[in-house]
């Protein structure tokens, strides 16, 4: 049971490249997430999805775009990666997306820079 | 939105004694609330929660207080280790979890 994994682990892009963040989990949640964290500060919501087949956005989605691929797979894509994107990357899941009940298990993060 | 909020972002101890992390929010709707906390180059991970009904809920050598009143909550660590430094952040829970900016713990030997 790895619980939540995220590729890459690290990753330098120029300007203006793309590249997709992959997220996977093995606990059988209804819910993911992508958040980002700045230095010293705490994590931002970037998009979730609720279920399977339905993303949403959160407190900072732009220049962001999501596919919940199935169950287990959440996938976060820069299109035209910005030097503000620079920050580390985190992908979560919670068993549902329930009001007052939403422990969320993350994985180990992605480094990112843009230079 | 939500603002949530700490008093201290660097918190020293010395190891053995006990710690107090404190937290602020905003919203008095909040219901329900979580501490994770972060080690170095790692993700957030659970440690402990309380619904709004609760004053007061024991882990293992953790303890969270929380006063509706003043919409505060607090994180006490008894003995504390080496194991504990890394930062800590309280999220009021609900559709979305709103994170603050985190206190660090500094355990000193």
């Known amino acids: 049971n790895a619980g939540v994994t995220q590729t890459p682990k690290f990753q330098v892009l120029k300007t203006g490249q793309s590249m997709t963040l992959q997220c996977a989990q093995d606990?059988?949640?209804?819910?993911m997430y992508w958040y980002r964290q700045d230095p010293g500060m705490g994590l931002r919501l970037i998009y979730y999805?609720?279920?399977?087949?339905?993303?949403d956005k959160g407190e900072v989605p732009n220049g962001y775009n999501v596919s919940r691929l199935n169950k287990r797979e959440f996938s976060l894509r820069l299109e035209s990666a910005a030097p503000s994107q620079t920050s580390v990357y985190f992908c979560?899941?919670?068993?549902?997306?329930?009001?007052?009940?939403?422990?969320?298990?993350f994985g180990p993060g992605t480094r990112l820079t843009v230079l | 939105g939500e603002s949530v909020g700490l008093h201290l972002p660097t918190l020293s101890v010395q190891e053995g004694d006990n710690s107090i992390i404190n937290c602020a929010y905003s919203?008095?709707?909040?219901?329900?609330f979580i501490w994770y906390k972060q080690e170095s180059g790692k993700g957030p991970q659970f440690i402990i929660d309380?619904?709004?009904?609760?004053d007061k809920r024991q882990g293992q050598r953790v303890t969270v207080l929380l006063n509706k009143t003043v919409k505060h909550l607090s994180l006490q660590i008894a003995a504390t280790q080496p194991g504990d430094s890394a930062v800590y952040f309280c999220?009021?829970?609900?559709?979305?979890?709103?994170f603050g900016g985190g206190t660090r713990l500094m355990v000193k030997p």
């Open positions: 979560a899941s919670s068993v549902e997306w329930v009001r007052g009940y939403n422990e969320q298990f």
């Open positions: 606990m059988n949640h209804n819910s």
């Open positions: 999805s609720a279920s399977e087949g339905t993303t």
């Open positions: 919203n008095s709707a909040s219901d329900y």
């Open positions: 309380i619904r709004s009904n609760m």
């Open positions: 999220a009021p829970g609900g559709n979305m979890l709103t």
